[in-house]
């Protein structure tokens, strides 16, 4: 099938095994997961050519199930965005209306299975980089707890935050996608030994859901805040008991997040040098001339951006302003969510405050960073959330996020199922 919307990188035609539980399905994987004699750019020009030695665990796990292989799918440049246009490789365009965004920054995951050119797919989330395009392209996204799937074979972009996830048109399918990549990892310190071994019982019954009045506040589009109003209605209608809550710390989570992640990221991404990995330099030039020509020149302007803001916040005389603080922040945000669940069991809110922006809509940075409000919470807290769609706004997609305790995966994909049961019956 033509890839119409610039959702993949790379097309594959592998034709997977004839058994296993993934057998006869197609996965698109994200490019920035490690893929065996398949090219892998993160998005980047400075990684064009770079085929990786191996396989990252989750892909070794879909070989096993039997899957199918389809193509690696674009991304923001190493992860970094949240529209899929800052893809050194062009932007993705979204299935629903090729005049907007997919979401990112894995729009390009989204795309190839809201377009039906993959039946699953592989994305990861930093911030919000599952479910964002999850909302926007119509279809389900899951970040896991952090620790429940590896990381071996992701080229990081920020340690502490990001985890591989399912994308999928139904709950049923990331389900049956998780239990495969959730698999154990010795070469992962992060995996906590939790395996996904459950399938979905779709029931709210008797489940106390937290509302956070935040996740309505400023910002949010009224008619996204009213669809999504509607979806709590129709949990409460399954039985769900709704429960108005207030997390305080919502205010300082994106700042917390820009800070850690880009102080992450200028780390992890020094090795990008042109003599560890990327097109080398001139060996006339002295190495630090020839170290910046070569990722001024193949580096583009956000992964530059993000490189500059969490050198700075790492530097001397900095780093307890800037990072130090940030990491208290991000404590209280967990503490906050520690709370909650202590008297709910899920906390729901809309995934994306608005439906998906129009190409170049976002000129500037900050009106990319703000649109992740709703959903770094969860990446610093590392606790699991999904995105289910909810209906739509003016004919485009309008995402519920649902997210609940560590390691409580199953009942986020349980409330998942239920009201996807409920609105599609």
């Not at 993949?8 to 034709?15: G, M």
């Not at 170049?360 to 769609?389: H, Q, R």
């Amino acid at each position: 099938m033509e890839d119409r919307f610039n959702a993949y990188l790379l097309r594959s035609e592998d034709p997977g095994l004839d058994s296993g539980p993934l057998a006869g399905r197609t996965v698109a994987i994200k490019d920035n997961i490690s893929t065996a004699g398949l090219e892998t750019t993160c998005g980047s020009r400075i990684l064009k050519g770079y085929i990786p030695p191996y396989d990252a665990h989750v892909v070794t796990l879909l070989r096993e199930a039997g899957a199918a292989i389809n193509g690696k799918t674009n991304l923001d440049e190493f992860g970094m965005g949240t529209t899929t246009e800052n893809s050194g490789y062009g932007p993705t365009l979204n299935p629903v209306d090729s005049s907007r965004v997919p979401g990112g920054s894995s729009g390009g995951s989204a795309a190839a299975v809201a377009a039906g050119l993959a039946d699953l797919a592989l994305g990861t989330d930093t911030g919000g980089s599952i479910r964002c395009p999850a909302s926007f392209c119509g279809i389900v996204g899951l970040k896991p707890t952090y620790g429940r799937v590896s990381r071996y074979g992701l080229i990081a972009y920020a340690n502490s935050l990001e985890t591989i996830g399912p994308m999928a048109r139904t709950v049923a399918d990331v389900s049956a996608l998780y239990r495969v990549i959730s698999r154990p990892d010795p070469r992962d310190t992060t995996m906590q030994g939790r395996p996904y071994e459950h399938d979905p019982v779709a029931s709210v019954r008797g489940l106390r859901i937290g509302i956070p009045a935040e996740f309505f506040g400023a910002g949010v589009d009224p008619r996204v805040s009213a669809k999504v109003q509607e979806a709590i209605e129709t949990l409460a209608g399954c039985g769900a008991v709704i429960v108005p809550v207030s997390m305080p710390s919502m205010k300082y989570a994106l700042a917390a997040y820009y800070i850690t992640c880009t102080s992450e990221a200028s780390s992890n991404l020094a090795r990008y040098d042109g003599v560890r990995f990327g097109p080398g330099g001139e060996s006339q030039r002295s190495w630090h001339d020839a170290f910046t020509a070569v990722r001024g020149e193949h580096f583009g302007e956000e992964v530059r951006r993000r490189i500059l803001l969490g050198t700075f916040a790492l530097s001397a005389g900095y780093y307890g302003r800037y990072y130090g603080k940030a990491q208290t922040a991000r404590a209280n945000v967990a503490g906050d969510f520690e709370r909650l669940f202590g008297s709910v069991d899920l906390l729901a809110g809309p995934t994306m405050p608005t439906v998906a922006f129009r190409l170049g809509e976002l000129a500037d940075p900050l009106s990319m960073y703000l649109a992740d409000v709703l959903t770094v919470p969860a990446n610093l807290a590392g606790i699991p959330a999904i995105s289910v769609p909810c209906g739509e706004v003016a004919g485009l997609p309008v995402g519920l996020q649902l997210m609940g305790r560590r390691f409580d995966d199953e009942t986020v994909i349980d409330a998942a199922a239920a009201f996807e049961a409920e609105v599609t019956a």
